[in-house]
């Protein structure tokens, strides 16, 4: 009868602030793993391209071609190493903090 509360959910409390709250987290995690994903993608092709491709022209030689699976290779591995020891790095100083004496 009365619109006093519509759009408004009283019911649900902490519970739905929780939910939203991990839905945003969420969001951020997938953006922020997108832009890794396109600077990865950037930076393999303004390195690897410029080392292995000299004089560009209408297709790649087999010689540029294995150049260029060979640095992408390398590059998406070094990228990985860093962002493994990165997280890791993360987490130990996330656990010093919750970890240590009140």
């Known amino acids: 009868m009365s619109d006093y509360n519509s759009g408004y959910n009283f019911g649900g409390g902490a519970s739905d602030m929780g939910n939203k709250k991990q839905e945003v987290m969420d969001k951020v995690r997938g953006e922020l793993a997108l832009a890794n994903a ?12 410029d080392k292995c491709v000299p004089k560009p022209g209408a297709r790649l030689e ?3 071609q294995a150049c260029l699976s060979k640095c992408m290779d390398r590059y998406m591995e070094a990228w990985n190493v860093v962002s493994r020891a990165y997280v890791g790095r993360i987490q130990r100083e996330s656990a010093g903090q919750y970890g240590g004496a009140m």
């Open 62 to 64: 087999s010689g540029e």
């Open 38 to 49: 396109q600077e990865l993608i950037n930076k393999i092709n303004e390195k690897c391209y």
